[in-house]
């Protein structure tokens, strides 16, 4: 499985679109409890739950890793997992599921600088108060390295299909395709 872990607007979900559509990966589809941006659609971005549902799914250890950020839930159903697939954490989910599938892993870790991690969210309408509660909970959470990240990509001065690219040749080489 390939993981990509980062920082709000790092670019991850745009490099995974990007290997779903050009490699044919599939995605592992996470659930939240954050509202529904215009552009996403249930089933397809997330599994949107109320947070009730999402409790009971904890309760009924639905979940192979689940974490609060931002005062809003996320979690991975364990019947989501599958080798050939992508899935975006942070750095909770990361390291709760690389406990579990270990090796069978290959994680990847997508740096961008502050200021452009910022534009992004302005362009893609977060309000200034969330910008910056996504930032302070950033700093908190993300240090510059992670133990167990197997590769470091910067996606800034890469287009995201050449940072795409970069990814997949790099996890081709480590599953040995």
Known sequence: ?????????????EISRFLIKEYN???VITCTTRPMRWDEK??????????DEFKAGIEDNLFIEY????????GTYYKEIADDKIIILDQIGFLNIKKILKDSIVSFY??????ERKMR????????????????????NFPSKIPGIDYYITNYTDSISESAKKI???YKERIGL
């Open 67 to 74: 974490t609060k950020y931002n005062n809003d839930y996320y």
């Open 168 to 170: 997949y040749n790099l």
């Open 42 to 51: 249930d089933g397809r971005d997330y599994y949107f739950l109320t947070e």
């Open 121 to 140: 969210m302005v362009k893609r309408g977060d309000t200034i108060k969330r910008i910056y509660q996504k930032i302070e909970y950033d700093n908190q």
């Open 1 to 13: 499985m390939l993981v990509i872990v980062g920082p709000s607007a790092s670019g991850k979900t």
């Open 110 to 115: 997508i740096e961008t600088p502050l200021a």
């Open 25 to 27: 990966l599939k995605r």
